[in-house]
């Protein structure tokens, strides 16, 4: 006789989930900037309510991944797509150096200064990408990647992807923390 399957909570009631409701008859720039919005939301989802020691648990070792960690990733991730390829800006990373290439997870740190600082630019990145998006003239503009153009439609897609693939990852962090999993 089979034991029960035993499913952890959730992290909140469908009716209330923010990643809902948004456009699903748009056309592309409207179904990637959703997509990506509700990437963004999940990776926030799978952050809230833990302190600055649970969101810098690192998952096993050897490897420095955590939350946190995850947060400083994206911040670096979202200014590198838009500030420095699409829009061309001087814009180098915020956590990640010549000398430390791990620095967003190396830095994720237990400080609740560290994880105001993640969200602050996160947060700051991820409207300065909206704000892109929304007053490019199409998804066809291109920006420089060391030498190779990429289309903009190219980057939302990547970024989709970006999160996704984290977000897989954060489902396992937070499980391993207080064993809630994702939606």
């Known amino acids: 006789m089979s034991s029960p399957r035993r499913r952890a909570d959730l992290f909140l009631d469908p009716a209330d989930d923010p990643r809902e409701g948004g456009p699903s008859l748009g056309d592309e720039r409207a179904t990637l900037t959703e997509f990506l919005r509700y990437q963004r939301l ?84 991820c409207a300065f990408a909206d704000r892109f998006v929304a007053g490019a003239p199409s998804l066809d503009v291109t920006g420089d990647d060391r030498g190779e153009l990429t289309s903009l439609r190219e980057v939302l897609v990547h970024m989709i992807e970006e999160y996704a693939r984290h977000n897989g990852h954060a489902d396992l962090l937070r499980e391993r923390i207080d064993g809630r999993i994702g939606q």
Do not use: I, N
Not at 76 to 105: K, L, N
């Open 42 to 125: 999940t990776l926030e989802l799978k952050c809230s309510g833990l302190d600055a020691v649970a969101l810098a648990r690192r998952s096993v070792e050897p490897s420095t991944m955590s939350l946190l960690g995850l947060v400083r990733h994206m911040a670096d991730v979202e200014r590198g797509w838009f500030r420095r390829v699409m829009a061309g800006q001087d814009a180098p990373p915020y956590y990640r150096t010549d000398t430390d290439p791990d620095g967003d997870f190396d830095g994720a740190v237990p400080d609740p200064a560290v994880v105001a600082d993640a969200w602050e630019v996160w947060r700051a990145e």
